[in-house]
């Protein structure tokens, strides 16, 4: 009696197991994962991150390559001379000046705003002298260029408003232009600037921001 007990419990378990498996195998999920459709960049995925940032920058450069009939470039003041660092150590200052530059009939120079009265308004503006540099980088002749400075940079005050009115015309001639420079390694925007200025303490934070160290080599 007891065998017959255990021998119907065992098939009663095992058919209750075989149901039980085939409906685990037959279920469908009720929740179904899918993986993101963009690809994940996790902070330690350098080479990824470097790839993207190339081709976005390959797509401004191209743009860029194309001569322009105009263009804005801001530019900020810098303090240079700091501590020991004569003549190679500037930072950049919130105060920023305005040029728009544009091709026109004749050449031009509108300026207002701080020493407005005072800039030169002839080829020696430095302006101009960067926007020749940046032509001549381009292996172009410049054409009559039209110049309208909106100055916020107090002017000869040692706030850098000569390094900024270098740095922006030779921006300003480059994308007229439409020449790049290599910036990796070379710096020749930099190069251009500081020779120019005679020195890189105050071109290089024009140029790059925040605080900078530049070395004669």
Known sequence: MLSKKLESANQSQSKSKSTFD?????????????????????PHNHEEKMRRRIAARVGIEDDNSQPRNSVTVRVPATSANMGPGYDCLGMAVD??????????????????GDGADQMPLDETNLMVIGAKAAFEAADKTMPPLKYTVVNNIPYARGLGSSSAAIVAGTIAGLVLAG?????????????IAASIEGHPDNVAPVIYGGIQLGIHN
């Open 22 to 42: 085939d409906q685990a195998l037959t279920r469908k999920p009720s929740l179904i994962f899918e993986p993101p459709s963009e690809k994940v960049i996790f």
């Open 179 to 191: 020449h790049t420079l290599p910036c990796w390694g070379s710096e020749s925007l930099l190069q």
């Open 95 to 112: 105060l920023w000046s305005e040029i728009t530059v544009e091709r026109s009939d004749k050449f031009e120079i509108i300026a207002s």
